[in-house]
């Protein structure tokens, strides 16, 4: 099927379609807003796009996005120093974080174990998480990897991987769907969960 549309307003279409949970349809509703949409508005977003990749970083110890070496959680104080919450991405640390359920440090592996995607523990950051466990102040790792088969295969390696060193693995109870995504999960749900948490053995 040919283009419809001819030079940039194709290529913008093509990239915008990129975007994950964007089709065709909707890329071509976005660009014909953002024709549409004053020079100002359009210039303030292409600012704030290059801004954030020039400006966001990873916090040097939980791996969440951050301007700074620390993210705001991980130079809170007043965060539970025992706990740690391992998601698969920094949009989990966004939804767990709504429920207001849980007050201690997150975790970000940066993906999921998927030998079908060529995807191995070595590809996470969990030997940055093992370096965490090893100063004794941990006393529970909460595993909020996704409700599917990558994020299962994910808890269970992390759990052989943890439980010989006599720290609590407990993992997100039901109430969220098999085969979802933590991001998608509204607060009373996932704050069940949270509240729900079982601890989980080799």
Excluded: W
Excluded at 36 to 64: G, P, Q, S
Excluded at 152 to 173: D, F, M, N, Q
């Amino acid at each position: 099927m040919s283009n419809i549309y001819e030079g940039i307003v194709q290529d913008l279409i093509d990239e915008l379609a990129k975007l994950p949970g964007v089709g065709p349809k909707g890329a071509t509703r976005i660009a014909f807003h953002l024709l549409a949409t004053d020079n100002a508005d359009v210039t303030r977003l292409a600012t704030v796009l290059a801004e954030v990749k020039d400006k966001i970083k990873f916090c040097r110890t939980c791996h969440n996005v951050s301007q700074d070496e620390l993210c705001r959680i991980c130079a809170d104080t007043r965060r539970d120093e025992t706990s740690i919450c391992v998601v698969e991405e920094p949009k989990d640390v966004l939804a767990v974080e709504r429920t207001r359920e849980f007050r201690g440090r997150y975790h970000v592996l940066g993906g999921a174990i998927s030998p079908i995607d060529g995807i191995g523990p070595d590809d996470l950051r969990v030997t940055e998480l093992m370096t965490r466990l090893s100063d004794n102040t941990i006393t529970e790792i909460i595993l909020a990897t996704d409700p599917n088969l990558e994020g299962e295969a994910t808890a269970t390696y992390l759990t052989r991987l943890i439980s010989p060193l006599g720290i609590k693995v407990t993992r997100l109870a039901s109430g969220l769907p098999v085969g979802g995504d933590l991001e998608y999960a509204d607060e009373i749900t996932l704050g069940r969960a949270f509240e729900g948490r079982r601890q989980v053995s080799p």
